[in-house]
């Protein structure tokens, strides 16, 4: 019998000395999402796109929480945070920490990248940089394609500001009257229909070692400020100053009040085409202070939310070069796998709704067989995931098709399979997120064209986002009825199914179907099911029993046995699940965390978290995926889902996570885990301070990148197997 263990001396583990600041973790995760463009370990044009990625995640942390923070200033809530921080000490610590990073941001690409992408025939020249022939060509192209689409917009007594929309580009104009010396303001936005970079014909691009340059031309904005002229004929152009604006974009959405879901986001919609308040200002330093000021003044903002940036605005467009055919300066291409159990089966035939002759299985009798782990995108989503739903729909004897759609992309081969099913005459009902941060519109486009042909759409409940990916299939088989079901972590989206990591399982067990018939019971109608045999569905069952996996684990080892968790996911931000986490550390579970973004505990504290560690991993591949593992003396238990550890998952939205029952499945993740606790090229170590420092491999230790050992595993198995390691033990696995 094991000796129970000596209780550790209370503490009270809620206090914010032990809580890292959840905006300031944000910026540490974009902090390494623009270490990878600077790492020259990354090849050149996807250093360029995690330069955008950077610009874009920081516009969508201005859009969101930053405008946040300045509505709970505005409406004077001094409400703390766990971490104890008010909503202006989190503004002023957010104008603190984030001036460097945008400026190692821009430095780093004006020059060190810059200079690069020449050196690789890619120029990207400023107009005064241009030959006589080269600005006769932009010239040209300014009057015939440019020129009609701009509107200067005077600001005098009789022209009042005007509106100037959510991240456009623009230009601040002085022009001067010659006859009466009076100078005036006006302003021209630079229009998003036209391509940010314009290139110029290739015979009058640089030439580079002999051979004409791939890529010459200039910025926009550049064609435009050198032709202002034609704009305001008659007029001396004084000086023009690039800035930028970025508002408030988040939904006010009071869903009591709405009659209709639809038509209240909609609404909601064409005001943040409009857009909220302003809350950051970009421009160049050298913009003077007059121009400052009048800026400031007219959009209500303070010298706090001006960012200077020391060259080109709006570095989100840098994604255009990922389109340059040069294969050498980009990741080497992926292709996913078909899943081995997969790659027989019988394809449907669309034209008379019955399965083909072709020699295999159909889908159905393959999940028959034992559940299926997907991991994409080691995996294919299409031939996985996109064939189950599209089998389902021309299958005669699937009744009824059941989802939830929370992000899809714009020509989703998923809801064209749903719209064959309701024409095939099959039952398809659709819960259909309309709230889904950014993807609304094109949300409600899916949903009026799914209704359009008869499918039952529902929109979610109030108060609630329904952020669970859940796919259920109902088929009669003979004489009795079977439930097919996909759970997985990720949207269904085929395009970044391609980008993200995910898992998904597909399964058939009669009671994991019952669950999902009564989650979507709940979710459709007036069912108050609060009870599920196996899922773990947010709000309703998933906080309280992931808090009493956790205490298990504290338990066992306060009873002598080991304790062990291994928890993936995109954030950790629930006060308390991390002060049970620290309950569990201080008994002495040992626990580690791979979370990509924001963490909000403290690894490594003396006795409150000395047993926990947390890794970030960052790659080619946006680390999308939740796992769950605890060891429950030696009687493993294993999780996937849509739900991280934060309290809008656990309280605010519908997720739902599925534990794993087969046990080789359950290897297989287990081997995931391991691979990414191993990684020494792409993860980063969070310290106690909340700093991160990146893995880096020992002199005599081979380089440890985990998205590569799953690429390399994937087309070596041609899809996951158990014992992925080849049977070598795993990192994961401890001494008990």
Same mark, same amino acid.
């Given at each position: 019998?094991p000796?129970?263990?000596?209780?550790?001396?209370?503490?009270?583990?809620?206090?914010?000395?032990?809580?890292?600041?959840?905006?300031?973790?944000?910026?540490?995760?974009?902090?390494?999402?623009?270490?990878?463009?600077?790492?020259?370990?990354?090849?050149l044009?996807?250093r360029?796109?995690?330069?955008?990625?950077f610009?874009?995640?920081?516009?969508?942390?201005?859009?969101?929480?930053?405008?946040?923070?300045?509505?709970?200033?505005?409406a004077?809530? #001094?409400?703390?945070?766990?971490?104890?921080?008010?909503?202006q000490?989190?503004l002023?610590?957010?104008?603190?920490a984030?001036?460097p990073?945008?400026?190692?941001?821009?430095q780093?690409?004006?020059?060190?990248l810059?200079?690069?992408?020449?050196?690789?025939?890619?120029?990207? &020249?400023?107009?005064?940089?241009?030959?006589?022939?080269?600005r006769?060509?932009?010239?040209?192209?300014?009057?015939?394609?440019i020129?009609?689409?701009?509107t200067?917009?005077?600001?005098?007594p009789?022209h009042?500001?005007?509106?100037?929309?959510?991240l456009?580009l623009?230009?601040a104009?002085?022009?001067?009257?010659?006859?009466?010396?009076?100078?005036?303001?006006?302003?021209?936005k630079v229009?998003?229909?036209?391509?940010?970079?314009?290139?110029?014909?290739?015979?009058?691009?640089?030439?580079?070692?002999?051979?004409?340059?791939?890529?010459?031309?200039?910025?926009?904005?550049?064609?435009? @400020?050198?032709?202002?002229e034609?704009?305001?004929?008659?007029?001396?152009?004084?000086?023009y100053?690039?800035?930028?604006? #970025?508002?408030?974009?988040?939904?006010?959405?009071?869903?009591?009040?709405?009659d209709?879901?639809?038509?209240?986001?909609?609404?909601?919609?064409?005001?943040?085409?409009?857009?909220?308040?302003?809350?950051?200002?970009?421009?160049?330093?050298?913009t003077?202070?007059?121009?400052r000021?009048?800026?400031?003044?007219d959009?209500?903002?303070s010298?706090?939310?001006?960012?200077?940036?020391?060259?080109?605005?709006?570095?989100?467009?840098?994604?255009?070069?990922?389109?340059?055919p040069?294969s050498?300066l980009?990741?080497?291409?992926?292709?996913?796998?078909?899943?081995?159990?997969?790659?027989?089966?019988?394809?449907?035939?669309?034209?008379?709704?019955?399965?083909?002759?072709e020699?295999?299985?159909?889908?159905f009798?393959?999940?028959?067989?034992?559940?299926?782990?997907?991991?994409?995108p080691?995996?294919?989503?299409?031939?996985?995931?996109?064939?189950?739903?599209?089998?389902?729909?021309?299958? @005669?004897?699937?009744?009824?098709?059941?989802m939830?759609?929370?992000?899809?992309?714009?020509?989703?081969?998923?809801?064209n399979?749903?719209?064959?099913?309701?024409?095939?005459g099959?039952?398809?009902?659709v819960?259909?997120?309309?709230?889904?941060?950014?993807?609304?519109?094109?949300?409600?486009?899916?949903?009026?064209?799914?209704?359009?042909?008869?499918v039952?759409?529902?929109?979610?409940?109030?108060?609630?986002?329904?952020?669970?990916?859940?796919?259920m299939?109902?088929?009669?088989?003979?004489?009795?009825?079977?439930?097919?079901?996909?759970?997985?972590?990720?949207?269904?989206n085929?395009?970044?199914?391609?980008?993200?990591?995910d898992?998904?399982?597909?399964?058939?067990?009669?009671?994991?179907?019952?669950?999902?018939?009564?989650?979507?019971?709940?979710?459709?109608?007036?069912?108050?099911?609060k009870?599920?045999r196996?899922?773990?569905?947010?709000?309703?069952?998933?906080?309280?029993?992931?808090?009493?996996?956790?205490r298990r684990?504290?338990?066992?080892?306060?009873?002598?046995?080991?304790?062990?968790?291994?928890?993936?996911?995109?954030?950790?931000?629930?006060?308390?699940?991390?002060?049970?986490?620290?309950?569990?550390?201080?008994?002495?579970?040992?626990?580690?965390?791979?979370?990509?973004?924001?963490?909000?505990?403290?690894?490594? &504290?003396k006795?409150?978290?000395?047993?926990?560690?947390?890794?970030?991993?960052?790659?080619?591949?946006?680390e999308?995926?939740?796992i769950?593992?605890?060891f429950?003396? #030696?009687?493993?238990?294993i999780?996937?889902?849509?739900?991280?550890?934060?309290?809008?998952?656990?309280?605010r939205?519908?997720?739902?996570?599925?534990?794993?029952?087969?046990s080789?499945?359950?290897?297989?993740?287990?081997?995931?885990?391991g691979?990414?606790l191993?990684?020494?090229?792409?993860?980063?170590?969070l310290?106690?301070?909340?700093?991160?420092?990146?893995?880096?491999?020992?002199?005599d230790?081979p380089?440890?990148?985990?998205?590569?050992?799953?690429?390399s595993?994937?087309?070596?198995?041609?899809?996951?197997?158990?014992?992925?390691?080849?049977?070598?033990r795993?990192?994961?696995?401890?001494d008990?």
């Open positions: 019998m000796k129970s263990k000596k209780p550790v001396s209370p503490l009270n583990l809620r206090d914010s000395q032990y809580y890292l600041n959840r905006e300031l973790s944000w910026l540490e995760f974009n902090r390494r999402v623009l270490h990878e463009a600077c790492d020259v370990r990354t090849p044009l996807e360029l796109k995690f330069l955008a990625i610009a874009t995640n920081l516009d969508e942390f201005f859009m969101v929480r930053v405008a946040a923070l300045k509505q709970q200033v505005e004077k809530v #001094t409400q703390l945070t766990f971490d104890a921080c008010t909503p000490q989190q002023d610590k957010i104008s603190l984030l001036p990073l945008v400026a190692e941001q821009h780093h690409f004006e020059k060190v810059r200079p690069q992408l020449e050196s690789h025939g890619i120029y990207i &020249l400023d107009y005064i940089e241009l030959t006589q022939k080269q006769n060509f932009l010239d040209n192209y300014f009057e015939e394609q020129f009609p689409v701009l200067p917009l005077a600001v005098d009789s009042p500001f005007p509106y100037i929309s959510n456009s623009n230009l104009v002085l022009v001067k009257n010659p006859e009466s010396e009076e100078e005036f303001f006006a302003r021209v229009p998003r229909v036209l391509p940010r970079f314009l290139p110029l014909p290739v015979e009058l691009g640089i030439h580079h070692n002999g051979e004409p340059a791939v890529w010459t031309g200039v910025p926009l904005e550049q064609a435009i @400020a050198h032709n202002l034609s704009l305001f004929p008659g007029m001396n152009i004084q000086e100053h690039p800035f930028r604006i #970025t508002r408030d974009a988040d939904l006010a959405l009071e869903e009591d009040e709405a209709d879901l639809l038509l209240a986001i909609e609404q909601e919609l064409r005001k943040r085409r409009v857009g909220g308040s302003p809350v950051r200002l970009e421009l160049q330093p050298n003077p202070e007059a121009v000021s009048r800026l400031l003044q959009l209500e903002l010298s706090s939310d001006v960012y200077e940036v020391d060259g080109l605005l709006g570095l989100r467009d840098l994604m255009y070069f990922m389109s340059l040069l050498e980009k990741d080497p291409p992926w292709q996913s796998v078909v899943h081995p159990r997969l790659q027989r089966i019988k394809e449907p035939n669309l034209d008379h709704n019955v399965m083909d002759g020699e295999g299985k159909d889908i009798a393959v999940i028959r067989e034992r559940d299926l782990l997907l991991h994409h080691y995996q294919s989503f299409t031939s996985s995931v996109v064939r189950f739903i599209t089998h389902a729909a021309h299958d @005669a004897d699937v009744l009824a098709i059941k939830t759609l929370y992000r899809t992309s714009g020509d989703s081969p998923i809801v399979a749903l719209i064959a099913a309701a024409e095939n099959k039952q398809v009902s819960l259909v997120e309309l709230k889904a941060r950014f993807d609304e519109e094109n949300n409600i486009y899916w949903a009026k064209r799914l209704e359009r042909v008869g039952h759409v529902v929109y979610g409940l109030v108060g609630l986002k329904t952020h669970s990916k859940v796919v299939v109902v088929r009669r088989e003979k004489d009795r009825i079977l439930r097919y079901v996909h759970i997985g972590t990720g949207n269904y085929p395009k970044t199914a391609r980008l993200y990591t898992l998904g399982i597909l399964s058939c067990r009669e009671e994991l179907g019952a669950d999902v018939t009564d989650l979507f019971n709940f979710l459709t109608g007036y069912s108050r099911q009870s599920y196996h899922l773990l569905v947010a709000p309703l069952n998933m906080r309280d029993r992931f808090l009493g996996l956790i684990e504290t338990e066992n080892v306060q009873n002598g046995f080991s304790g062990r968790i291994v928890a993936k996911m995109n954030s950790l931000v629930d006060p308390q699940i991390i002060s049970t986490l620290y309950e569990a550390s201080r008994a002495g579970v040992q626990i580690d965390l791979i979370i990509r973004g924001i963490c909000c505990l403290r690894p490594g &504290l006795d409150i978290s000395d047993n926990i560690r947390v890794i970030s991993i960052i790659g080619r591949f946006l999308h995926s939740r769950f593992y605890f429950n003396n #030696t009687e493993e238990e999780y996937i889902g849509s739900a991280d550890w934060m309290p809008r998952n656990l309280d939205r519908v997720e739902a996570i599925t534990p794993i029952q087969d080789d499945i359950a290897k297989d993740l287990q081997e995931i885990l691979i990414m191993a990684d020494n090229r792409q993860a980063w170590e310290q106690p301070d909340g700093s991160y420092i990146q893995r880096r491999p020992g002199e230790c380089e440890a990148n985990s998205q590569k050992t799953l690429m595993m994937a087309l070596q198995t041609t899809g996951m197997t158990s014992n992925l390691m080849n049977g070598k795993s990192p994961f696995y401890i008990s």
